[in-house]
């Protein structure tokens, strides 16, 4: 017996607008932040895992943690990580308590590289993005995000075992 596939639930021009608008500003605003930050020998991604690490506490969090809460996979942190231990910004410790487990910990060099970088990462931020939203617009874009980000956190934490098929709503 055959299955029947689902129709695909097509865009309407109003999503579609919406969603393109999102996609190339998202994409632009990237890219413009990792420019502005290659003054600093440093990509967003090593930014984004420096600022993880700055905020934890005593600069130093599991790897799986890390990995989790950057919303990226183990085995693209581990590359991540080796690149920026080459650069002296963090080292991986073995976890005591569980021999299967590392810890990403900053190094005094990530911290001076990432309290370096992170007045012209925030000019670069502010003058990009926030200083063109009113309150309300951060305030939506927050609850819309936060939204988004919930349901991507779970697909992502189940991609780790089994692939989910995302399901239209």
Not at 42 to 65: C, F, H, I, N
Request: glycine share 4%; aromatic share 6%; hydrophobic share 40%.
């Amino acid at each position: 017996m055959a299955i029947k596939k689902e129709e695909p639930r097509w865009l309407n021009p109003r999503e579609m607008k919406a969603w393109r608008s999102y996609i190339i500003a998202s994409r632009r605003l990237l890219e413009a932040l990792d420019t502005d930050l290659e003054g600093h020998d440093l990509s967003m991604a090593d930014y984004e895992v420096l600022a993880q690490l700055s905020d934890a506490p005593g600069r130093k969090m599991r790897m799986s943690e890390l990995a989790e809460i950057s919303m990226i996979s183990k085995s693209r942190l581990s590359h991540r990580m080796k690149v920026m231990e080459k650069a002296g910004w963090v080292r991986r410790e073995e976890c005591t308590s569980d021999k299967r487990g590392y810890f990403a910990v900053m190094t005094d060099r990530g911290w001076k590289a990432i309290v370096k970088a992170a007045p012209d990462h925030v000019a670069s931020v502010r003058g990009r993005f926030v200083d063109h939203l009113t309150v309300k617009d951060q305030e939506d874009l927050a609850k819309i995000f936060d939204r988004v980000i919930g349901e991507l956190r779970g697909q992502f934490l189940d991609e780790t075992s089994t692939p989910k098929k995302i399901v239209s709503k």
